[in-house]
């Protein structure tokens, strides 16, 4: 993006103005929802970034409802693609950017002439040049109608402008939510009103479900109605996409189960027809109750200029003065984006549906939330949400909590009701403790953390049938680690280090939590924990990497891919991306990549590319695991690279555009991270109050925070032309740190930076000037060697009573210094034995030496297809990755090899090896299993 400038002369009488007056440096913002631009997202960023799943419709801030349109494609959350040039509905629920299809429930079609032979199969063209959206409100022409939208917190509301005709139509089709559903209702009360439920689940095709229940009344009698697919559940999957979701609880009211209906209008003498509905996820009476709580009285611009102010409440909390047009329609479109969700859960009453399948109720004045995309939202957007609303950020953190007394384990990824157990790690301790870091006290903190330690080191049945919170814990509290023998929470791949990471974090993030609350015992125990990452961190290569079950890293090269979406070991991502997610100490892991200098080098070459995808040693900006990344530069001494890095990201990856960001955007992670990119600070590391820093992108951002907090930020001249810090004054003091720990009172905190077009390599850099790790003392690594042993060859065929010589390869050849390794054959079966059954061997770094194995079998050993395993360990105490020598035990004949694959895989999958799980559905740079 490039910025006008002024003239030499003006240029420097405006930068003495501002150096003067900062707070004249751009007018007030004082209709930020005017920069929002809803389309952003709602297109495709390219190979690697795929569709980003946002949605242009209406909704209020973190709201039960989103009314909006979806294409014929479709795409995952979002369910709006702006490729395309046809509308199927207009549906009441929506996740931005989550990745795997979830909601566009109940999805609404106005028509015009004869009802279509496949109702539900029906669409509308419309054309770009007919829509508009804001925050609160969308609108298109559909074929021949004129569609508006907006929305209350638990309503939406449409205008209807029809052509004069006897058949206008309004198609409900209940039975197409997004990804599949099952026992749709549909019926007609009197002539004005119409209610119904669905139910549905299956995100990311987990065992989740949910039932949403709608009612709906009109501003006039519909002259006929109707259904289609009704009856039974056979005849509805003949028509609509049905299939079978394990209900909770449901009634089956009126025509009974049902693809959807149809209501037709006579607009011949007024051709505006007014409709408002609304969901509840209690019952179709706790719908209607919802309709009357939020009645708008048909009042469609009332309604939506309440929805535009309730937005510009929100957004009106950043100012963010100066920078380009297209600067701040970006930043306030990410600042939109980041308040979408959690969802709304609770009725107008307080009462929702529980984890437990009962029906609770929060207290007057509160309200439960849903919709978590813990793994994506943790280390960003909760801290944003919590700053800018304490008190709604606390009904979040309650809302985790309800859902782990009701369940028996702190959710994950839930939708509505129900728990998905989607990606890795344990992110709701982070959450909690990162609500709690920003200002969010309005919780019960000391219940939090006995949650958060039950979900870390308690036992119980599964929720809901099935979750459990730490589902690799057994192998983490034994040994430290995840073994990297199997795949969880929808990874592709076997992803124990990846757990490990995000164990650790998350014991990290209870630390802090009681330590806040004074539970000083636990935050010691969880602090040493938290430095389990160290278990995992390859000192021979420097790079975090996955050990198995004997504590071996694997051999060779520590990048090697293997062709999967992400490197084994890792969800959704690889060794050279996941190393640098160790936010809690920073400072051991530099010193362990061999110092400032080394880590340094390692940056420069992982940002050689900026949003490389799962399977490449670079930075991958869209995916949350890297969103710290370009931040660790302050952290090795060169700051100046944060600022270049960080700004590079935001104006190459973000921007007004439907594809303008560099990934899903996973219910406001990625938007967050801009937002608090533009303003040059950012939340590094869960449940500190800790901001690192980069540079501003505006002249003047002013933060009110809640609890009675402000932040001011100034930085004259900033923009793509000054991209560099040249000073910085934190509350009128010079300051050479680059962080600072946000005041847990009331007040203002000042950051005023000189920014320049030249880097300064003397601001920031000392040894207290980078951001502080925490830790429980030294931490140590695992002894590790780059040496490893094979057979060569890796199959052989015995006859009882013969023998046959194998080769022990112990090849040092990665290694940069002299190894000596012991290893040890063995058998499952005792009638194979072994000359020698163990042996040592020096090998000189780079070189390789091999050691004769003659393997026998005596007269009567039994027949069969074996694993002959040999074990090695360096003299340092590294544990080498285990070889196997494939025998065929058997008289002499013809040789099987396909017959002696499949019945060894055969055993290795009964001992409970690795397997690999379906990869999620979704865009091609962003799929999850």
């Known amino acids: 993006m490039s910025r006008r400038r002024l003239g030499l002369a003006a240029g420097l009488v405006l930068a003495m103005l501002l150096t003067a007056t900062p707070a004249l440096a751009a007018p007030l913002v004082a209709d930020p929802a005017a920069l929002v631009d809803p389309f952003v997202g709602t297109g495709s960023g390219g190979a690697v970034v795929g569709d980003v799943d946002t949605f242009p419709g209406a909704s209020t801030p973190f709201g039960m409802t989103q009314f909006s349109p979806d294409t014929t494609s479709r795409p995952a959350g979002g369910g709006y693609s702006s490729a395309d040039n046809q509308i199927t509905g207009l549906s009441l629920t929506h996740l931005s950017g989550a990745g795997c299809a979830v909601a566009g429930d109940i999805p609404f079609l106005p028509l015009v002439g004869a009802i279509p032979s496949s109702p539900d199969g029906a669409s509308a063209p419309f054309s770009h040049a007919t829509e508009q959206a804001s925050p609160g409100s969308y609108a298109v022409t559909l074929g021949q109608v004129r569609t508006e939208l907006?929305?209350?917190?638990?309503?939406?509301?449409?205008?209807?402008?029809?052509?004069?005709?006897?058949?206008?139509?309004?198609?409900?089709?209940?039975?197409?939510?997004?990804?599949?559903?099952?026992?749709?209702?549909?019926?007609?009360?009197?002539?004005?009103?119409?209610?119904?439920?669905?139910?549905?689940?299956?995100?990311?095709?987990?065992?989740?479900?949910?039932?949403?229940y709608f009612a709906a009344k009109f501003d006039r009698a519909f002259t006929s109605s109707g259904t289609w697919g009704g009856g039974t559940a056979d005849a509805v999957s003949a028509h609509a996409r049905q299939v079978p979701v394990p209900k909770q609880s449901h009634t089956t009211q009126g025509s009974g189960v049902v693809a959807g209906g149809y209501l037709t209008f006579d607009t011949t003498a007024v051709p505006v027809i007014g409709m408002q509905v609304a969901i509840s996820y209690v019952s179709e009476d706790g719908a209607r109750a919802n309709l009357r709580a939020e009645d708008a009285g048909f009042a469609f611009d009332r309604t939506a200029k309440a929805a535009r102010g309730a937005w510009?409440?929100?957004?009106?909390?950043?100012?963010?003065?100066?920078?380009?047009?297209?600067?701040?329609?970006?930043?306030?479109?990410?600042?939109?984006?980041?308040?979408?969700?959690?969802?709304?859960?609770?009725?107008?009453?307080?009462?929702?549906?529980?984890?437990?399948?009962?029906?609770?109720?929060?207290?007057?004045?509160?309200?439960?939330?849903?919709?978590?995309?813990?793994?994506?939202?943790?280390?960003?957007?909760?801290?944003?949400?919590?700053?800018?609303?304490?008190?709604?950020?606390?009904?979040?953190?309650?809302?985790?909590?309800?859902?782990?007394?009701?369940?028996?384990?702190?959710?994950?990824?839930?939708?509505?009701?129900?728990?998905?157990?989607?990606m890795n790690g344990d992110p709701a301790d982070a959450i909690l403790a990162g609500a709690w870091a920003?200002?969010?006290?309005?919780?019960?903190?000391?219940?939090?953390?006995?949650?958060?330690?039950?979900?870390?080191?308690?036992?119980?049945?599964?929720?809901?049938?099935?979750?459990?919170?730490?589902?690799?814990?057994?192998?983490?509290?034994?040994?430290?680690?995840?073994?990297?023998?199997?795949?969880?929470?929808?990874?592709?791949?076997?992803?124990?280090?990846?757990?490990?990471?995000?164990?650790?974090?998350?014991?990290?993030?209870?630390?802090?939590l009681a330590g806040a609350v004074g539970r000083d015992d636990i935050a010691g125990a969880f602090t040493k924990?938290?430095?389990?990452?160290?278990?995992?961190?390859?000192?021979?290569?420097?790079?975090?990497?996955?050990?198995?079950?004997?504590?071996?890293?694997?051999?060779?090269?520590?990048?090697?891919?293997?062709?999967?979406?992400?490197?084994?070991?890792?969800?959704?991502?690889?060794?050279?991306?996941?190393?640098?997610m160790v936010p809690q100490n920073l400072a051991a892991l530099i010193a362990g990549m061999g110092g400032r200098d080394a880590a340094r080098a390692r940056l420069d070459q992982f940002f050689g590319q900026l949003n490389a995808g799962p399977n490449q040693p670079n930075e991958w900006a869209g995916n949350e695991p890297n969103l710290d990344t370009p931040w660790v530069y302050d952290s090795v001494g060169a700051p100046w690279q944060t600022q270049t890095t960080v700004r590079a990201?935001?104006?190459?990856?973000?921007?007004?555009?439907?594809?303008?960001?560099?990934?899903?955007?996973?219910?406001?992670?990625?938007?967050?991270?801009?937002?608090?990119?533009?303003m040059g600070i950012y939340p590094q590391t869960p449940g500190v109050p800790m901001l690192v820093l980069g540079t501003p992108l505006f002249d003047h951002v002013t933060v009110t925070a809640g609890n009675g907090r402000r932040i001011e930020i100034t930085a004259p001249g900033a923009g793509d032309g000054n991209p560099y810090v040249r000073s910085l004054r934190v509350d009128g003091r010079p300051s050479t740190h680059t962080w600072l720990m946000l005041a847990d009172h009331?007040?203002?905190?000042?950051?005023?930076?000189?920014?320049?077009a030249q880097p300064n390599r003397g601001w920031g850099?000392?040894?207290?000037?980078?951001?502080?790790?925490?830790?429980?003392?030294?931490?140590?690594?695992?002894?590790?060697?780059?040496?490893?042993?094979?057979?060569?060859?890796?199959?052989?065929?015995?006859?009882?009573?013969?023998?046959?010589?194998?080769?022990?390869?112990?090849?040092?050849?990665?290694?940069?210094?002299?190894?000596?390794?012991?290893?040890?054959?063995?058998?499952?079966?005792?009638?194979?034995?072994?000359?020698?059954?163990?042996?040592?061997?020096?090998?000189?770094?780079?070189?390789?030496?091999?050691?004769?194995l003659t393997v026998s079998a005596s007269p009567q050993a039994t027949a069969g297809f074996y694993a002959v395993t040999i074990a090695a360990k360096a003299s340092n105490g590294a544990v080498i990755a285990k070889s196997q020598i494939l025998v065929t035990l058997a008289s002499p004949g013809p040789d099987h090899p396909h017959r002696l694959r499949v019945e060894l895989l055969r055993q290795h999958r009964h001992a409970g090896g690795p397997r690999q799980r379906h990869r999620r559905p979704g865009d091609p740079g962003r799929q999850r299993p």
């Open 150 to 212: 907006t929305a209350t917190d638990r309503t939406g509301l449409a205008r209807l402008t029809y052509p004069r005709t006897a058949q206008a139509q309004l198609l409900v089709k209940v039975a197409n939510s997004q990804n599949g559903s099952a026992n749709a209702t549909f019926h007609t009360i009197g002539d004005r009103q119409i209610a119904g439920s669905v139910s549905s689940g299956h995100f990311c095709g987990q065992p989740n479900s949910y039932t949403v």
């Open 312 to 422: 510009n409440d929100q957004l009106g909390k950043i100012q963010a003065r100066g920078g380009t047009p297209a600067e701040q329609r970006t930043f306030y479109t990410a600042l939109y984006h980041s308040l979408l969700h959690p969802s709304l859960f609770s009725d107008a009453d307080g009462r929702y549906p529980g984890f437990d399948g009962k029906l609770h109720a929060v207290p007057r004045g509160h309200a439960q939330y849903t919709d978590f995309s813990g793994w994506d939202v943790y280390r960003s957007q909760i801290p944003l949400i919590a700053l800018l609303d304490p008190m709604q950020a606390s009904d979040m953190a309650t809302s985790l909590l309800n859902a782990g007394d009701q369940m028996g384990w702190l959710p994950k990824w839930p939708v509505a009701n129900g728990e998905s157990g989607v």
């Open 438 to 512: 920003f200002g969010a006290h309005g919780f019960d903190a000391r219940h939090a953390v006995d949650e958060m330690v039950h979900g870390a080191k308690g036992s119980g049945a599964p929720g809901q049938g099935w979750y459990m919170e730490r589902p690799s814990n057994a192998g983490y509290l034994a040994k430290g680690y995840v073994p990297n023998m199997q795949a969880d929470s929808i990874s592709p791949v076997p992803n124990g280090a990846s757990e490990t990471l995000e164990y650790a974090l998350g014991d990290f993030a209870v630390s802090r």
């Open 529 to 580: 924990s938290s430095q389990n990452w160290a278990n995992l961190f390859d000192a021979a290569t420097g790079y975090i990497r996955p050990r198995d079950g004997d504590g071996a890293f694997p051999p060779g090269d520590p990048l090697a891919m293997g062709g999967g979406f992400g490197q084994t070991g890792f969800q959704e991502g690889n060794a050279a991306q996941y190393t640098w």
């Open 649 to 678: 990201i935001m104006a190459q990856l973000y921007g007004p555009t439907p594809g303008g960001e560099p990934g899903n955007d996973d219910l406001g992670a990625l938007s967050s991270w801009y937002v608090w990119a533009a």
């Open 746 to 756: 009331p007040g203002t905190t000042r950051l005023d930076f000189t920014v320049g």
């Open 765 to 852: 850099t000392g040894a207290t000037d980078a951001p502080p790790s925490f830790g429980s003392g030294p931490v140590t690594f695992p002894p590790t060697t780059r040496a490893q042993v094979r057979t060569d060859p890796a199959q052989i065929r015995l006859a009882p009573g013969t023998n046959a010589t194998v080769n022990v390869l112990v090849d040092n050849s990665l290694g940069s210094q002299p190894a000596t390794v012991t290893w040890t054959a063995s058998s499952p079966n005792s009638g194979i034995t072994f000359g020698p059954p163990t042996g040592t061997a020096t090998v000189a770094a780079g070189a390789s030496t091999s050691t004769p």
